[in-house]
């Protein structure tokens, strides 16, 4: 009953880095209220996981450098970091990552943390986007520090990943020309193709029925984990409208 957000704001009109904030709106509270530590790093991506009795925050961090070019310009250069904090964002580890490990640094190359493992607050899974294709998709058994990260896949174009009740990892590839459906059996091993019929857009386990829900182009449905197979439930192409519910009981007649 609790949602947390991150600000990612960038220069106000004076070109000074503007301040950034974590932000919680905790059960039946009518406002968000401030917490943590501001500063200026950007929050590209959070998480909020089980860590014990406790909680850990994980966040995409973004920071934003001076430096010169071969040609003695200052120019920008992007940064990217895994941010962890065991005390609710008062104080952060932050664990730089190198876009350049498992492939060149293109122009628009960025990196984002995609999930924590449920089973283990350290295991973080991480993807590096690039414009010119592939993206990579990575893995790290220790909080995303420096030397520690795993590639799991080379993707055309990677947009959903999710853990199964069993611990497993499933992801998949949303390049028409590449289009896959994947099983990791284990943090570690190498991936399993189970499909190549369907572009796979969103991925999330739905424990209150047992299914993996998943998007395929403008169909949403469900995942058949054994054989990989997409089944559709809604195409959106033929919603007109949405229907609008008050927050009342709805009577039944007997």
Same mark, same amino acid.
């Given at each position: 009953?609790?949602?947390?957000?991150?600000?990612?704001?960038?220069?106000?009109?004076? %070109?000074?880095?503007?301040?950034?904030?974590? /932000?919680?709106?905790?059960?039946?509270?009518?406002?968000? !209220?401030?917490?943590?530590?501001?500063?200026?790093?950007?929050?590209?991506?959070?998480?909020?996981?089980?860590? &014990?009795?406790?909680?850990?925050?994980?966040?995409?961090?973004?920071?934003?450098?001076?430096?010169?070019?071969?040609?003695?310009?200052?120019?920008?250069?992007?940064?990217?970091?895994?941010?962890?904090?065991?005390?609710?964002?008062?104080?952060?580890?932050?664990?730089? +990552?190198?876009?350049?490990?498992?492939?060149?640094?293109?122009?628009?190359?960025?990196?984002?943390?995609?999930?924590?493992?449920?089973?283990?607050?350290?295991?973080?899974?991480?993807?590096?986007?690039?414009?010119?294709?592939?993206?990579?998709?990575? +893995?790290?058994?220790?909080? &995303?520090?420096?030397?520690?990260?795993?590639?799991?896949?080379?993707? &055309?174009?990677?947009?959903?990943?999710?853990?199964?009740?069993?611990?497993?990892?499933?992801?998949?590839?949303?390049?028409?020309?590449?289009?896959? *459906?994947?099983?990791?059996?284990? %943090?570690?091993?190498?991936? !399993?193709?189970?499909?190549?019929? /369907?572009?796979?857009?969103?991925?999330?386990?739905?424990?209150?029925?047992?299914?993996?829900?998943?998007?395929?182009? /403008?169909?949403?449905?469900?995942?058949?984990?054994?054989?990989?197979?997409?089944?559709?439930?809604?195409?959106?192409?033929?919603?007109?409208? *949405?229907?609008?519910?008050?927050?009342?009981?709805?009577?039944?007649? !007997?």
């Amino acid at each position: 009953k609790r949602v947390y957000v991150g600000t990612s704001d960038g220069y106000d009109a004076d %070109l000074k880095p503007r301040t950034n904030s974590l /932000w919680l709106k905790d059960g039946a509270a009518s406002a968000f !209220k401030q917490i943590g530590k501001q500063d200026t790093t950007w929050y590209a991506s959070l998480h909020v996981v089980k860590n &014990g009795s406790a909680r850990r925050f994980y966040a995409t961090g973004v920071v934003s450098k001076t430096v010169m070019d071969a040609m003695g310009n200052p120019a920008s250069e992007v940064h990217y970091y895994v941010r962890v904090s065991d005390d609710e964002g008062a104080t952060w580890t932050d664990n730089e +990552y190198d876009v350049t490990q498992f492939g060149p640094r293109q122009a628009n190359s960025d990196f984002r943390i995609v999930l924590i493992d449920p089973a283990n607050p350290d295991h973080v899974i991480g993807a590096v986007a690039r414009d010119a294709m592939p993206d990579s998709f990575v +893995y790290s058994p220790m909080q &995303g520090k420096a030397g520690t990260w795993q590639q799991i896949a080379e993707v &055309g174009e990677l947009r959903a990943a999710a853990f199964g009740p069993d611990g497993k990892l499933y992801f998949g590839d949303d390049d028409q020309s590449s289009r896959s *459906f994947y099983v990791v059996d284990k %943090l570690g091993d190498a991936p !399993k193709k189970l499909a190549e019929n /369907w572009k796979v857009g969103c991925l999330q386990w739905d424990p209150s029925k047992n299914r993996m829900l998943a998007c395929r182009d /403008w169909q949403f449905g469900t995942v058949d984990l054994a054989s990989g197979q997409f089944s559709s439930m809604v195409d959106m192409r033929c919603a007109e409208n *949405f229907v609008e519910c008050p927050d009342q009981a709805i009577p039944v007649k !007997k």
